[in-house]
């Protein structure tokens, strides 16, 4: 098979020595920041960001590799010794995880996660070895209505979708759409939001939006309402399960991981669906349901299996359709863009060595975290009981330094305190962050093939239809966006009682809660009543 | 004027409260507005020149934006008037009990402002220092030498991490000649 040659040249090219340094660098560092608390993975990708600018496109991309898989599966640490997780992707790894460490088995949880992800990260990459090659023989064949249509998708999917607010998500978006017109337009030349400021002539730099959006944000939102002493966290030593765990564990990898992928490869993305999932099959499945919310070890495995199988499943529409559908992913376009690579179909024809080599560097990059993570998870476990006034300080520290290096320019300081206090509002006042950086980074590409459509036809938007996988799409959005209200609207004519929990109907039908900055639904609400069932 | 009784006193207190409390996300909503005015001045402004002619000239997508950010403000409006409110974000650190402690926020703000507006003069490494020393501070820590040396540790270690393994050349300000 030809994508297997490929993707054993892409070996060949990740596995030197200076490579395997970079992917080790870019674990260790990934796992290390991904761990401290009030740090999700997207922040993660984004503070590393400025450590890549010296590397070439291919040690910086493996390295990144590594601080992707490194960045989560640190978070997954975070919410078993901590619990309250504040990224969304681990909430319900909190859920059983937490119960399991205070009832001393910590070791176990962690091991069944950190094994859980290595068993979904790679037979998910396998996944996407798969996909991609057909998802970019059809893609190459997409005009510029299909991709158009897309990118709607993919705006309806990251605001209105996962989000409790419709309302909000679409503001978000609108707000996301706004810093992405800033500067010259591309075709025309026109200077468009800028004010007369000759630095804002060529656009926000990703890097700022992303850092000032997720670091500075989060930063001052905790600052705000910081909590007074460290919350305890739970020692633990060396991860290891017994022959009952491992019994326990495999089958909720293997349908974690099966849950997990599709939902990262529809450009609808988000762990936390798939997780959420992957939770309720686990516990109908399980033999030891009574156990569920006292620490079952099949309510961390699943999970974390479904979270790294959709964060792989994400890469496809991202490498092979350019579509950003989860903050980390989007933070990740950032870094393609900076070597001047656009991902799409056209990527895998142009640099095929260079995205069979990051595809292989995701397997190194997780078999690394598996032999790196189980030895040193009691010294990640230290990292949690960090100061917070010096963790909080190192997050400006480190957010200012990744702002000023993204041009070296203050004056990017200054956008990145402006995007922050924007950031503030937005977890104030319950605004996802998630379309906002999506709306950024997609909006001027949206433009252009909106542009590129209605030049073909000489300015007739019939167009925008003339494709049929165009119409397919629409008529999808059309479907998410009518057939949850009307569901809704009928469940309260006709009362409750269509769901096996006994909370209020809102709790059913909001199953995925808020969003938080991640960009992720948050599921606690909705598991909370039938905690209360049990 | 009469002295009301407590219970009305407590009930009215209650009603400003919470409308109070509602007109926060109004504020929002009216951000939302200002914004897509901003927008639609500025598209205004754009110059129609025989480039812009084209079949979609730059004022399109603008003014799509401006037209949902302003729907989006009428909608948030109307939904925060029926009782609608939004949920504060939690996570490990953040303690939604406590009302926000404004001092520390804009303290920190402050502190970014300062240094944008001095590192070029100050130089990367006294700058960040201060920033992090400052910011650690405002946060609560109270081992006043400690805090110090972290940060000059940070700083100079960042810097010379950067000069020296990344190739990249941070501004060494006041201190040029001495690093």
């Known amino acids: 098979m030809d994508n297997l040659t490929l993707l054993m040249e892409g070996f060949g090219n990740a596995l030197t020595l200076q490579n395997l340094l970079f992917a080790l660098i870019g674990v260790l560092l990934g796992t290390a920041v991904g761990v401290l608390p009030g740090i999700g993975p997207a922040m993660t990708v984004a503070l590393l960001l400025p450590l890549t600018y010296a590397l070439d496109v ?26 309250t997780p504040g990224e969304s992707s681990s909430v319900v790894t909190a859920l059983e995880g937490n119960k399991m460490a205070k009832a001393g088995r910590g070791a176990q949880a962690l091991a069944t996660a950190a094994i859980g992800s290595f068993v ?110 460290t919350p305890a966290t739970i020692p633990v030593g060396v991860p290891w399960m017994g022959k009952d765990d491992w019994k326990r564990s495999w089958k909720p990898w293997l349908r974690g991981t099966v849950i997990g992928f599709p939902f990262g490869a529809i450009p609808a993305g988000g762990a936390e669906i798939p997780t959420f999932l992957s939770y309720v099959a686990e516990k109908k499945l399980s033999k030891h349901p009574e156990q569920f919310g006292h620490g079952a070890i099949e309510g961390v ?25 989860t903050a980390t992913a989007a933070v990740m376009i950032a870094a393609f863009n900076q070597y001047g690579i656009h991902p799409g179909p056209l990527l895998f024809q142009t640099e095929p060595v260079l995205v069979w080599t990051l595809i292989a560097s995701l397997f190194i990059g997780n078999t690394l975290l598996l032999a790196l993570n189980l030895p040193l998870a009691p010294l990640w476990a230290k ?89 397919v799409v629409y008529t999808v959005i059309v479907l998410f966006l009518v057939v949850p209200p009307v569901i809704k609207a009928l469940r309260q004519r006709f009362g409750r009682g269509a769901g096996p929990t006994d909370g209020p109907p809102e709790d059913q039908f909001d199953a995925f809660g808020t969003q938080t900055s991640d960009g992720s639904a948050r599921v606690i609400r909705a598991v909370r009543p039938s905690r209360r069932g049990n | ?104 926020v804009f303290g920190l703000g402050g502190l970014i402002l300062v240094f944008a507006l001095t590192m070029d003069f100050l ?57």
């Open chain 2, 1 to 104: 004027m009469t002295a009301p009784t407590t219970d009305a006193q407590s009930g009215l207190r209650g009603r400003l409260q919470a409308r109070l409390h509602g007109r926060s996300e109004l504020g929002v909503a009216a951000l939302l507005a200002v914004i897509a005015i901003v927008i639609a001045v500025d598209t205004a402004n754009i110059r129609h020149t025989a480039i812009n002619a084209g079949v979609m000239g730059p004022q399109v997508v603008p003014t799509i934006i401006a037209i949902g950010l302003g729907l989006c403000a009428i909608a948030l409006a109307i939904s925060v008037l029926r009782g609608g409110h939004a949920e504060a974000e939690d996570g490990e650190d953040i303690d939604l009990s406590q009302k926000a402690h404004w001092p520390t």
């Open chain 1, 58 to 83: 291919t040690g910086s991309l493996i390295m990144f590799a590594g601080i992707y898989y490194g960045g989560m599966y640190g978070g997954s640490t975070t919410s078993i010794l901590l619990n």
């Open chain 1, 301 to 325: 495995a699943g999970p974390e299996a479904a979270n790294n199988a959709s964060a792989a499943g994400t890469l496809v529409p991202l490498l092979t359709l350019g579509l950003p559908t």
């Open chain 1, 120 to 229: 979904a990260g790679t037979l998910a990459t396998g996944a996407l070895v798969l996909v991609a090659p057909f998802v970019v023989a059809v893609a190459i064949g997409l005009g510029a209505p299909s991709y158009f249509a897309l990118m709607v998708f993919a705006f309806v999917a990251v605001s209105t979708v996962l989000g409790s607010s419709r309302i909000r998500g679409l503001a978000s978006l609108f707000i996301g759409l706004t810093i992405g017109l800033v500067g010259l337009d591309a075709t025309t030349g026109q200077a468009r939001l800028t004010f007369g400021q000759p630095l804002l002539s060529g656009g926000i730099d990703v890097v700022v939006i992303a850092v000032a959006l997720f670091a500075i944000g989060e930063a001052l939102w905790i600052a705000a309402h910081l909590r007074h002493g």
């Open chain 2, 123 to 179: 130089g990367f490494v006294i700058g960040s220092a201060l920033l992090f020393y400052g910011s650690a501070l405002l946060l609560g820590s109270r081992r006043f030498v400690w805090a110090l040396v972290i940060g000059i540790l940070l700083a100079v270690g960042t810097f010379y991490g950067f000069v020296l393994g990344l190739g990249i050349n941070l501004p060494a300000g006041l201190l040029t000649g001495i690093l």
């Open chain 1, 383 to 471: 990292l949690l009981r960090i100061p917070r006034p010096y963790l909080y300080a190192g997050i400006l520290f480190f957010a200012t330094l990744g702002a000023y290096a993204a041009g070296m320019q203050t004056f990017n300081i200054l956008i990145l305190l402006l995007l922050g206090a924007l950031g503030y509002m937005a977890r104030r006042f319950g605004f996802p962050v998630l379309p906002i950086i999506v709306g950024a980074i997609l909006g001027p590409e949206m433009e252009r093939q909106l542009r590129r459509a209605l030049q073909i036809s000489a300015g007739d938007p019939a167009a925008l239809l003339s494709e049929p996988l165009a119409v």
